[in-house]
């Protein structure tokens, strides 16, 4: 037998039954929402807070009237990222007024907003670092490292990096004093390892080397030789009378062999003169070696220095080192907060119809309409606060600013958001501009800020050795960064004033000395600079920092630095003198030897050209008193023979 | 003590004497409520539908629970597919102009790319869902629901209703 499948139950589509069951889940789901939508709103906003600004967001009480449709924030703090001790941004209450119509399309629109007690850069009782599973969530919606602004942020923080390890050592400056004043110079300088007595005693012995190289080379000249070869000749033309035309005749070939000898030894005295120059050169002057001494003896002053750890005074890097790595710091800040306002209020170009968001799935995709808001505005907001709070210095300085048209959509808006925040309290003033522009195109983001009279501790410079207390200091400064498109430019004017050195206090020579470093210096100016994008980013920084410690640094401590070394160069002095000396003569000793030698031979063959030339202009004479007497006895000859013929002739 | 409970629906599904088409109705409205965001208004509406139209709201609620997890597995695809409708396809913007800027209609975060890929799965798979939904019932029904009905496990877990009503009850 077939079983037999039971028919289905014949029912109508709508079942009028669940009418009731579902009007209760429903009106359930409502009361919950209703009793409940403060805290799930509250836990959005945590969510969507720590999300955009990378650290823990906490909110004591949130509130949504549904009468006046207002929403109120109570006890906001957002943790700083980059410090996750303290708070980026606080503050007491905020109350917002929604626009009803609006928020049925899904817009956020309100015409007013206020926000009470902010402050920034407060103490947290708890770190503020988010999990890592959040923070992995945040880094995934960092700008790309390889994008315009990705680029500019990792170059500034690897700047910073590079800025703060050139911070000198305060333990090497410390070790001025400490060193020269503990320092022993017994037994420090040793003879043996002395490069000024090893270069005398080079020097001599080249000296030595070098007479006897020039006597080699006279030797080599072979002038007794040569001079001697000339006697004959000589002998021979002294030993000859002429006493007629003939012997005369007969004398000219030993005048002109007399006279190529001469030319001979003038070409060797030539050599001599040569040599000697080339001698004279050679050995140089006394002065020269005494220089040569002196440069050695620096050098061996530089070793012992070196060996003795005589520290030196080189303060060029300070400034950056010091405010290099704040200054980026805050730039970096900047760069931050232009990065996060262009996530969320991002520039497009008007032609853009859809704007595309990353987000946690997807994207979404806004599809904006002219004349009707933006999916999220606050026409004004206003607020109160101080630059006060839990772990900040000085005297805090209430402020009151407007914030202007903070939007999801500033292109469909055509108004760029504008803050103006201005505090002034007994002489100390505080104001911020600042003009987030992303209704071009090309977005630019400006912050302008300047502050006078307000305590220098405030800067928070980094913690060194080097700085006085700054408690009692002011600072009044002016910078204004600027961030169009991913062009960065940014500058500081600063100038701490009313500082005052540090307290010397008893024993501690390190205290000692910076309370000295610092005495008369109450005012640093200080400027810096920041341009270019991420792949070319130029940095400048200067202040009168340098010059001012250095001075004074090398004031106090040069003075007695150069009294070791005047003790290290006595003691060098000491042992070279004699060395010197000794060199001195020996080299006085083989220059006057070498030339002396070669002057002598000089002398001797001079004698010799001499002793000839003079034979030869006495033959010469003769030879030519000979000749005229042949001629007049010719003459007369032929007078006589001329008168007898003229006597034959008329005697007849 | 879930897993227990979900099989057991779906054997009490089975062997229910619920018409085929009011579990395929059932397991439509669970396919859209698993491919839809768990918060949104669209998910609102999907339930009081399946309160007010005759279907079997079992199967929904297994198809929920089924096809959520099938949803999230084909986030990738319902990305590309919505990436393609909101953002590549220019012709379709002053549509979703118009509804972006309706009353209400953004809250079903239609101009999320995943959201709107997955109603798009959903609206593509739906048809198909429910006539294999059906034809698998009728089939069932035909050749092993009696089969089944005597199997020693499909027993057992018909007196753990009972078992588990007693324990919730004490």
């Not at chain 1, 055509?414 to 071009?440: M, N």
């Amino acid at each position: 037998m077939e079983p037999k499948t039971p028919k289905p139950k014949k029912t109508g589509v709508i079942r009028w039954k669940y009418a009731l069951p579902a009007a209760i889940v429903i009106g359930l789901v409502l009361a919950f929402n209703y009793f409940f939508l403060d805290a799930l709103l509250k836990r959005g906003l945590i969510m969507a807070g720590e999300l955009a600004l990378g650290a823990k967001v906490e909110i004591a009480s949130l509130k949504l009237k549904w009468s006046d449709l207002s929403l109120t924030v109570r006890g906001v703090a957002a943790a700083n990222k980059d410090n996750p001790m303290t708070n980026l941004v606080e503050f007491e209450s905020a109350r917002l007024a929604i626009k009803p119509l609006p928020l049925l399309s899904k817009k956020l629109n309100i015409e007013e907003a206020s926000l009470t007690g902010l402050r920034w850069g407060t103490e947290r009782k708890t770190s503020g670092a988010l999990p890592p599973a959040k923070q992995k969530s945040y880094a995934a919606r960092l700008a790309p490292a390889d994008s315009p602004t990705g680029k500019l942020l990792a170059k500034l923080e690897t700047q910073a990096e590079t800025e703060w390890q050139a911070l000198p050592a305060w333990d090497n400056i410390q070790k001025v004093k400490n060193q020269i004043s503990s320092l022993s110079l017994e037994g420090v300088v040793k003879p043996e390892n002395l490069e000024t007595l090893k270069q005398a005693e080079a020097l001599k012995q080249e000296a030595q080397n070098k007479a006897g190289q020039y006597r080699q080379k006279l030797q080599n000249l072979d002038v007794a030789a040569k001079v001697q070869a000339v006697q004959p000749a000589l002998e021979e033309l002294k030993g000859m009378q002429i006493r007629s035309a003939q012997d005369a005749a007969a004398a000219k070939d030993k005048i002109d062999t007399a006279q190529r000898k001469i030319q001979e030894l003038q070409a060797l005295q030539g050599q001599l003169q040569q040599l000697k120059a080339q001698a004279e050169s050679d050995f140089g002057q006394a002065a020269s070696l005494t220089q040569k001494l002196n440069e050695w003896k620096e050098k061996d002053l530089a070793a012992l220095s070196s060996q003795l750890q005589l520290p030196s005074l080189s303060f060029e890097n300070l400034t950056r080192s010091l405010v290099g790595p704040l200054w980026l710091s805050r730039v970096r800040q900047f760069v931050d907060l232009a990065n996060t306002a262009r996530r969320y209020m991002p520039p497009r170009k008007e032609k853009d119809k859809k704007v595309v968001q990353p987000r946690l799935h997807g994207l979404d995709v806004s599809f904006p309409l002219a004349q009707v808001p933006p999916a999220f505005l606050i026409q004004k907001l206003s607020l109160t606060g101080s630059t006060g709070g839990p772990g900040k210095t000085g005297e805090p300085v209430d402020f009151v600013g407007l914030v202007t048209n903070i939007t999801s959509d500033p292109r469909l808006l055509g108004l760029p958001t504008k803050a103006e925040i201005k505090g002034a309290q007994s002489g100390r003033v505080y104001d911020v501009t600042a003009v987030l522009d992303h209704t071009a195109d090309v977005p630019k983001d400006t912050v302008a800020l300047s502050a006078q009279g307000l305590a220098a501790s405030s800067l928070h410079l980094p913690s060194s050795d080097y700085m006085p207390n700054l408690a009692a200091g002011q600072v009044a400064f002016s910078s204004r960064f600027t961030l169009q498109g991913d062009e960065l430019e940014a500058d500081l004017q600063a100038a701490l004033s009313g500082l005052k050195p540090p307290a010397a206090g008893t024993g501690d020579e390190a205290k000692k000395l910076l309370a000295e470093l610092w005495q008369g210096v109450n005012r640093v100016n200080l400027q810096a600079k920041v341009k270019g994008r991420g792949d070319d980013l130029q940095l400048s920084l200067s202040s009168d920092l340098d010059r001012l410690l250095g001075d004074r640094l090398k004031a106090m401590a040069g003075e007695k630095l150069a009294e070791v070394r005047a003790k290290l160069m006595a003691e060098i002095n000491k042992y070279a003198a004699a060395k010197q000396k000794e060199l001195l003569d020996q080299y006085g000793l083989s220059k006057s030897g070498a030339l002396g030698d070669i002057t002598s031979t000089q002398g001797s063959v001079q004698d010799k050209i001499a002793a000839i030339q003079k034979a030869v202009q006495e033959k010469q004479a003769a030879a030519q008193q000979a000749v005229d007497q042949q001629k007049k006895q010719a003459e007369d000859q032929a007078k006589q023979k001329a008168q007898e013929q003229l006597k034959n002739l008329f005697g007849k | 003590m879930i897993g227990l409970r979900a099989v057991k629906s779906v054997f009490t599904i089975l062997q229910s004497e619920n018409s085929p088409m009011q579990i395929a109705g059932g397991v439509a409205i669970g396919l859209f409520m698993g491919f839809s965001p768990f918060n949104g208004p669209q998910n609102y509406l999907l339930m009081i539908l399946l309160f007010f139209l005759n279907v079997n709201v079992a199967s929904a609620t297994v198809a929920t629970a089924l096809f959520s997890g099938l949803a999230a597995l084909l986030d990738p695809v319902a990305h590309k597919l919505g990436f393609a409708l909101l953002v590549s396809n220019d012709s379709l913007t002053p549509f979703w102009t118009a509804l972006y800027n309706l009353p209400v209609v953004p809250f079903t975060r239609f101009n999320n790319t995943v959201v709107l890929g997955s109603f798009v799965l959903a609206l593509i798979l739906v048809i198909p869902v429910i006539f294999l939904t059906r034809a698998f019932i009728l089939y069932y029904r035909a050749h092993w629901r009696e089969r089944v009905g005597k199997v020693g496990v499909v027993k057992w877990l018909s007196g753990l209703n009972t078992a588990l009503g007693i324990k919730e009850k004490l």
